[in-house]
């Protein structure tokens, strides 16, 4: 079936450093992507998205890179900060015909714990 | 800061219990959701409503029944639960009637069944 999920279940790194966290996904007919983030205690928090039109989108201190040929996804978190840990996951959105926005399929998760 | 609030927090009950879980959206959004969040599993989809109507029931079973009496509340009512539904539920809210739209989520009611 239909799926997305992510390469590392896990990620450590130092503080300062750069973050990249990975999503692959098999829906090759998947139109949109969402990135979020959640903390211990919280739901998800939207980060940023990515529409299938696109190989590139930044936001203040990420960036999501498509890539369309592998059907690969990923988050860079630029200068890593303690606050950044949590738990990331993507998500996609398929395009059915006459199109469904609520068919969010969601990824597993990655932690990401940040180092002092 | 959230524009999607759930209550309670927490909640523990017994398999006899009836209970509901509350969720309400400040955000102006047509479409709400509610999904379940168990340990290493991805969230699962249980049920859309657009514009107070039901979209989606995601096989969930009869007792979680779901209420939407207008586009900015939700309720998931809750009778007879059994252990294996002990996980976070979590609502979420988003525009409708297009794509490309993210969901907005709530921070989530653990349930705890006993």
């Known amino acids: 079936g239909e799926s997305v999920g992510l390469h590392l279940p896990t990620l450590s790194v130092q503080e300062g450093d750069n973050s990249i966290i990975n999503c692959a996904y098999s829906n090759s007919a998947s139109d949109y992507f969402i990135w979020y983030k959640q903390e211990s205690g919280k739901g998800p928090q939207f980060i940023i998205d990515i529409r299938s039109n696109m190989d590139k989108r930044q936001g203040q201190r990420v960036t999501v890179l498509l890539n369309k040929t592998v059907k690969h996804l990923s988050l860079q978190i630029a200068a890593t900060q303690p606050g950044d840990s949590a738990v990331y996951f993507c998500a996609e959105i398929p395009t059915y015909s006459g199109g469904s926005n609520y068919k969010l399929t969601f990824g597993k998760g990655t932690l990401l714990t940040v180092n002092p | 800061e959230t524009g999607v609030t759930q209550t309670p927090r927490h909640l523990v009950m017994g398999m006899t219990n009836k209970k509901s879980l509350k969720c309400e959206q400040h955000?102006?959004?047509?479409?709400m959701y509610w999904y379940k969040q168990s340990a290493k599993k991805p969230l699962e989809l249980m049920f859309v409503?657009?514009?107070?109507?039901?979209?989606e029931n995601n096989s969930v079973p009869s007792r979680f029944s779901p209420e939407c009496p207008n586009s900015s509340h939700l309720f998931l009512h809750l009778h007879t639960l059994q252990p294996e539904d002990s996980a976070l539920y979590l609502c979420?809210?988003?525009?409708?009637?297009?794509?490309?739209?993210?969901?907005?989520f709530g921070d989530g009611t653990r349930l705890s069944i006993l």
């Open positions: 979420a809210s988003s525009h409708s009637g297009g794509q490309n739209q993210p969901q907005h």
């Open positions: 409503y657009n514009f107070k109507e039901q979209t």
């Open positions: 955000l102006g959004h047509n479409a």
